[in-house]
């Protein structure tokens, strides 16, 4: 029962994140119909970007939080801008192009800022600096921290917001209409270009955060790391419906339920052989199961001939 | 208002229109008609600026046709597209407000959807409603209503009597012309060639991508070559 209790808690943080990049990666489909496989390189940069802040700050004396959330107000705008450019320089021009062109770019992108991000940041894994609070609660026989509790609390919020923002806004309005059609939309008077630029923005201000929040749970963040937790956030997406908003958070959330579940229990189901280091093995299970069986997602309204 | 000179449409090498002139005056309903495929359709979404074009668009005295389409609406020229275009996964009154998306007067925007909402009751009786689940007709209402709602100075209408029903078509002519009895400048795109003629004052006929005629309404209807050709030879 304690297990039970304790996987579901990471389950939840971990979905949590999942859910956050996920949102990225629907947004930009649902709009553009393209998925932007440099989204986890976003991430990853938000990540790096909060470390090096982070580090900076950690003997200023400043309390933990507040070094924290000035690497979390570094890395917001930085992942921004590289959004923007990233849709500028990789996906605009193709705008018009085949399908498998920007997939390409988006290949190329995700490797260039690796690289960039290594030659800066080194090969090797970089620890989080333990500045908050990790001194468990217990809760029914298990045991949730200050920033486990932070992490659910924001993501909750963010993702709130950002449905306030898709249902309630002048600018919701017209990315659900540009999502639906953009020549409408633009007989409408919506750049349809400015909507699609908001759109990476928004997503990557997301990545971002996901980033400061994966490296401060995990105490960890490296070059690579975008790679594994974009693969899985784009499973997210893909299990709620891709293009679905609700459909991302629902995904995010269960992807990382199945995921601590699953490594929480592999060892027992398997009498000992499978340990919790094959915990990638169940997203990518997810994956397969889902386009297989239900290529459209839990929530998607149609399946898609595009992805 | 808008002075068409030598407009220009090509797809991919293929000419779709000519070398088109057009003029309508301030006030003035003008209609465009001629079979499937002439070019009309190609004619009004070059003036709409979905497509790339040459030649001149002038419209209220600047040359847009270099404008994007987006700068349009604004300065009130609105394009009801063939196939109505609503969005399906909007509600009425979202759509609506997509047609005022760039008005900031609030007040105005209100009172101006009231008018609309007067104007095409049924829309009011569905709207929240997802505008994916009208009728055909209700969805060419929601149209017309979201161009309305940019408060145009230039109507643009693609094929609005496109597959609906006799009465369906009766009652958006009806509102077509209460519009045009407002004082907005309507271009009207049709094949219904009798209907476009009875509620305009003028007509171009266009055939492969040229226009073959012009005339004023009355003359059009008279004239035994276009009675012969697009009137059922009545």
């Known amino acids: ?307 | 208002m808008l002075k068409v000179r030598e407009l220009r449409v090509a797809y991919g090498g293929i000419a779709a229109v000519k070398g088109v002139d057009l003029d309508i005056a301030d006030r003035e309903t003008v209609c465009l008609i001629g079979c499937n495929g002439a070019g009309k359709t190609s004619t009004l979404k070059a003036l709409a600026r979905m497509l790339p074009a040459h030649g001149e668009i002038r419209y209220r005295g600047d040359d847009i046709v270099q404008w994007p389409a987006h700068r349009l609406i604004g300065e009130g020229l609105a394009l009801v597209p063939e196939g109505r275009g609503v969005f399906a996964r909007l509600s009425v009154l979202e759509n609506l407000a997509m047609g005022a998306y760039c008005r900031d007067d609030r007040g105005e925007i209100e009172s101006d959807l009231q008018r609309v909402l007067g104007l095409l009751p049924r829309l009011e009786e569905r709207a929240s409603q997802l505008a994916g689940t009208l009728s055909g007709g209700e969805q060419q209402m929601l149209a017309i209503g979201r161009a309305l709602m940019a408060r145009p100075k230039l109507l643009l209408l693609d094929e609005p009597s496109m597959g609906l029903a006799p009465i369906m078509v009766q009652k958006v002519f009806e509102v077509i012309q209460t519009i045009a009895a407002e004082g907005v400048a309507i271009l009207l795109v049709e094949q219904n060639a009798k209907l476009a003629l009875s509620v305009s004052s003028r007509g171009y006929v266009m055939d492969s991508g040229l226009i073959v005629l012009a005339d004023s309404s009355a003359m059009l209807l008279d004239n035994p070559k276009v009675r012969e050709a697009y009137l059922g030879g009545e």
């Open chain 1, 1 to 307: 029962m304690d297990t039970l209790i304790q996987q579901i808690i990471n389950g939840l943080v971990l979905g949590s994140i999942y859910a956050l990049v996920a949102l990225g990666y629907t947004m930009v489909y649902g709009i553009l119909g393209l998925i932007n496989f440099a989204h986890g390189e976003v991430v990853m940069v938000g990540a790096l970007t909060a470390l090096s802040i982070v580090k900076a700050l950690a003997g200023t004396g400043l309390p933990g939080p507040v070094i924290v959330l000035f690497g979390l107000m570094g890395a917001v705008p930085v992942c921004m801008a590289l959004g923007f450019v990233i849709e500028r320089v990789a996906y605009r021009p193709l705008r018009n192009a085949p399908r498998l062109a920007p997939l390409i770019t988006a290949i190329g992108v995700s490797i260039v800022l690796q690289q960039l991000m290594m030659l800066g940041w080194g090969s090797t894994y970089l620890s989080f600096p333990p500045l908050l609070s990790t001194a468990p609660h217990s809760l029914m026989g298990a045991s949730i921290n200050d920033l486990q509790i932070a992490i659910i609390a924001v993501a909750a919020l963010t993702m709130g917001g950002l449905v306030l923002l898709v249902q309630r806004t002048r600018i919701g309005r017209a990315m659900r209409a540009t999502a639906e059609n953009p020549s409408i939309a633009s007989l409408m008077g919506v750049n349809v270009n400015r909507i699609i630029s908001f759109t990476f923005v928004i997503g990557s201000a997301l990545g971002a955060l996901a980033g400061v929040m994966v490296s401060a749970n995990y105490s960890i963040a490296h070059y690579s790391m975008g790679f594994m937790l974009g693969l899985k956030a784009f499973t997210a997406a893909v299990l709620g419906g891709i293009g679905n908003l609700a459909g991302a958070m629902l995904g995010g959330i269960l992807l990382g339920l199945i995921e601590s579940l699953g490594s929480g229990y592999i060892g027992d189901l398997t009498g000992g052989v499978l340990g919790s280091n094959y915990r990638d093995v169940f997203a990518f299970l997810v994956l397969i199961l889902v386009l297989v069986l239900r290529p459209s997602g839990l929530m998607g309204e149609r399946v898609s001939e595009r992805a």
